[in-house]
């Protein structure tokens, strides 16, 4: 199997990782629940992955990181503890699901007020548009830091600078760059970084959070068991417990740390370059052949290494399976939950087939998988 998904998860991980959670699975109690060795190791395990994490993202510090299932409870998390009844918030067309929906819900219960930066046709924004879109009740950007359906990124700096100049909530979805592009909550700017641990940080699923800059304050989603404070009726108030309700995936979050540290022996400067050259590679053996439609912006190279297509009109889905049974090759077809973005780019009927490239793919499969496209297109 040559497996192109890394998008939605990265299937290979690094043999550390393995050895971490097999290691927990055998040898780990419950993070803050003892005094016994297993109960000491799990939370000494559970410290180390959060202050990879913070290093990795220069966030605050250690006890700036909590742990969410996902992503997506990291987002629901950030969004619902942040903004108020009468918020103007701002987001754009290159968003997930996981972005999108919590704020369609709060906007439907009227809670919050919504404005959405257009993407025009190659998923490109333009950066006025967020000052344009700013009123008196404006509280809070949320936007993803790269699309998952093209691979295109925002730039953060810049949005930063805006949510600063206006004293704004940044609220950042580093589901596809976490791992792969730099992110410094300093210098951008950023308030919350929602991140997931199955994609590029190598980590297990199951396995998310979100690190929170030390100025701002969160409302927790949950409340319940936290190992402190047993006899207060109210969830206790200090991060990172105050987002942490129940037992945490202390054996999967093993697995998470293990992986941000390879990452962070490796260097995500080196990882970019691989997985990037893999990406251009497929690009340029592909955007040329007859009945290919490639999508998203391709002037620079600054983005993640997606590249999704289309050929001829036939179904997306339709092509990925004809990839699958026929040549072995994992794809993702579809509508990737980026509803607004398809609308964009014109592929909501069609959608789009998604190839997406990691550390451990090889410039042989990135071949192969030109050679398929070669002889399905004809």
């Known amino acids: 199997m040559i497996y192109l998904d890394n998008a939605a998860t990265t299937l290979k991980k690094p043999d550390c990782v393995v050895q971490a ?19 000491l190791q799990s939370a000494r395990s559970v410290f180390q992955a959060r202050s990879s994490i913070a290093k990795l993202f220069n966030a605050p510090g250690p006890e700036r990181v909590a742990f969410t299932k996902n992503s997506t409870e ?13 918020d103007h918030v701002i987001t754009t067309d290159l968003e997930h699901n996981s972005v ?70 940044l609220v950042v979805d580093a589901s596809q760059s976490a791992g792969v592009l730099d992110i410094d909550m300093e210098q951008m700017g950023i308030s919350v970084l929602c991140f997931t641990g199955h994609k590029s940080l190598m980590g297990p699923q199951g396995t998310g959070g979100l690190c929170v800059a030390r100025d701002v304050d969160l409302r927790p989603l949950q409340v319940g ?37 390879f990452i962070l022996e490796t260097g995500v400067e080196r990882i ?56 072995a090759i994992a794809t993702r077809p579809g509508a990737h939950c980026a509803p607004r973005l398809h609308n964009a780019l014109g592929t909501a009927e069609q ?15 990135v071949d192969t998988a030109i050679s398929a496209l070669r002889e399905l297109a004809q």
Not at 141 to 169: E, K, M, P
Not at 236 to 249: F, H
Request: glycine share 12%.
């Open 272 to 327: 970019r370059r691989h997985e990037i050259a893999l990406a251009k590679r497929f690009y340029d053996g592909v955007t040329n052949l007859p009945g290919i439609t490639v999508y998203g912006d391709f002037s620079s190279w600054e983005r993640t290494a997606v590249v999704a297509l289309n050929i001829g009109d036939y179904d997306s889905g339709a092509v990925s399976d004809a990839l699958w049974e026929d040549y």
């Open 21 to 39: 959670v097999t290691h927990a699975l055998t040898s780990m109690g419950n993070s803050a629940r003892g005094t016994h060795d297993s109960a």
């Open 100 to 169: 999108l929906r919590p704020l369609y819900r709060l906007e439907s219960e009227g809670i919050i007020t919504l404005s959405v930066v257009p993407a025009d046709k190659t998923g490109r924004v333009d950066y006025d548009d967020f000052t344009r879109l700013l009123c008196g009740q404006t509280r809070g950007i949320v936007c993803t830091h790269a699309s998952n359906l093209t691979g295109n990124t925002l730039d953060l700096h810049r949005i930063g600078q805006i949510a600063r100049a206006h004293n704004l909530f």
């Open 74 to 86: 990291a987002l629901n998390l950030a969004i619902c503890g942040l903004f108020n009844q009468g």
């Open 225 to 261: 068991g936290s190992g402190t404070e047993s006899f207060s009726p109210t969830h206790p108030t200090e991060m990172p417990t105050r987002l942490e309700a129940g037992t945490l995936n202390g054996h999967g979050i093993a697995g998470l740390g293990a992986g941000v540290d």
């Open 351 to 365: 959608g789009a087939v998604r190839f997406s490239f990691c550390w451990f793919n090889t410039e042989e499969e």
